[in-house]
């Protein structure tokens, strides 16, 4: 990580990385829908199409309008018709440096474990995260948030946002 | 279909019935793998636009065979075996790459993209009856239909346009009307679950299990399902979205259809909505609204089905169509789906249930008391058009049908 990166910043990008993984892990999409700013986007896709630049995604979300409407489709519509299960996040930053129009651009390592209503934990995706940030009075939010899914071929259906 | 170990119980008598150890008895995931995928029929296997430039590979399995789906210089796609003639090394690992020849790592052999042998280090020292034109790679057969693959690894099966004659007009319209596709991207998922659960959807759940097809007005709309007579089914329908999305989605674009002047992925006739093409056993050519998606599904074991969802937009689409289709493919279909999230869960959950009374799955909604039925042509709420699946499919394995 370089050097020039401000104290505060390191720490507001570290407090927004906390807070959208408490969100995912504590079911919690208002919270996750917070840690994006209005102007922020959100796509999962896999591998095999990043590396093909294929445009595809499992998550297209390119508005605030869609995020929006992810928050809709996981508390309101698929409720009741899936096999709900608990993930646990783990997160490690490996490049944070100043990007340009006075944003941050931040790498990570995510990877996901799962585990169903019976107790059994599997790894559920692995991959890496690619972070445009926004610091404003000391708080951070998302402008995009792109996750590459090393898992390209993944355990069945994937509700939750990763 | 006897085998030692396994005497089939009797079929069902009833036409509308299927046993559930047809779905759960793994003895015979291999006779299956004979009969059906290495068997005198075609499967789905990918769309030229995969492989839009020589050298251009794709790898797949059809049945138990692993296959290289290559772009040959010469123009031609050919499905050759993924395995080196001399040892049986895997020779291309890669799902998708580009490639100018298949080297084998072990004795560093060497093939061109249309299968020959071109080197062999240490052929001096080979029998002198040995001839690199006789060891070239085995191939499966593959014909095209609006750039749709079709393969099989059969040496004589039917002619395919005569395997497709009564479900080529749906399915030509389906792909933009001359199959010219742009390939948009993938997403892949191993769902939990025996293959012909995967396959055996129908329309009877389409506006129950997913909310979202509330808001396309699926139940009560103009549509229909057809079988032919090979066990293709056909699936139109007149879907048009409610106007306030009932009031669930801010971006309501994502719920439109476009259509009009574009290229377009319906009938003549369809105003809007879904054509759904289904290449018996388990291929599937799958279009809500401006989506057009090809989805490739290889059994991995009796309990794990391997889909591919393939999209595509046509070479003809401006910008911003195309923009729309790979906002709508993103978020509509596939593992985690606007409207079709909830499949995939319904099939592990039948899975894990298949030792569970009733031993039968029973096909109801579209089913008379009386003897006047015909599941070859329903609406498209029903469910019993997949007693015809459910035939071809007994059929094709030998089972025997009680009587009554």
Known sequence: ?162 | MNTPDFQPPPWPSAFNEAPKWAVERAEIFDPEMERIFAGPLWHLVGHRAELDAPGRFKTVQLGRVPLILIHGQDGVIRALHNACAHRGTMLEPRFRGKAREFECPFHRWAYSLEGTLTRCPGVKDFPGSFELTNHGLASARVEEFCGLLFASLHPDPPVLEAWLVEIATPLRAALGGDGRLKLLGYQKTIFETNWKIYIDDEGYHAPLLHRAFQILKWKGGAGSQVRSSQGHRVTETVMEGVADNLGLLKDPELMRYWGGEHPRNKLPHQKAGSLLVTPWPLGAVMNHLDIINCRFANPLSPTQTEVHYAYFAHQDDDPELVRHRVRQSSNLIGPSGFISLEDGAVFGRIQKALHAEPDRIRYLRGWQDSSENDPWHVSHNDEVTNTVWWETYRQTMGFERATS
């Open chain 1, 1 to 162: 990580m370089s050097a020039v990166i401000p104290e505060e910043i390191r720490q507001a990008v570290d407090a927004l990385q906390q807070r959208y993984l408490r969100a995912l892990d504590g079911k919690d999409m208002r919270g996750w829908l917070e840690c994006f700013d209005r102007d922020g986007s959100y796509f999962v896709t896999g591998a095999d199409n990043d590396q093909d630049d294929l445009p595809i995604g499992l998550m297209f979300d390119d508005s605030y309008e869609r995020l929006q409407d992810r928050v809709t489709y996981v508390t309101q519509v698929w409720p009741g018709a899936f096999e709900d299960y608990q993930t646990r996040h783990f997160l490690q930053t490996l490049d944070l440096q100043a990007d340009a129009d006075g944003l941050w651009k931040s790498l990570s390592n995510v990877t996901v474990f799962a585990t169903d209503l019976r107790g059994r934990s599997q790894l559920f995706i692995a991959g890496t995260y690619h972070d445009r940030i926004r610091v404003t009075n000391g708080m951070a939010r998302f402008c995009g948030r792109r996750v590459v899914l090393d898992t390209f071929a993944t355990p069945g259906v994937v509700v939750y946002p990763l």
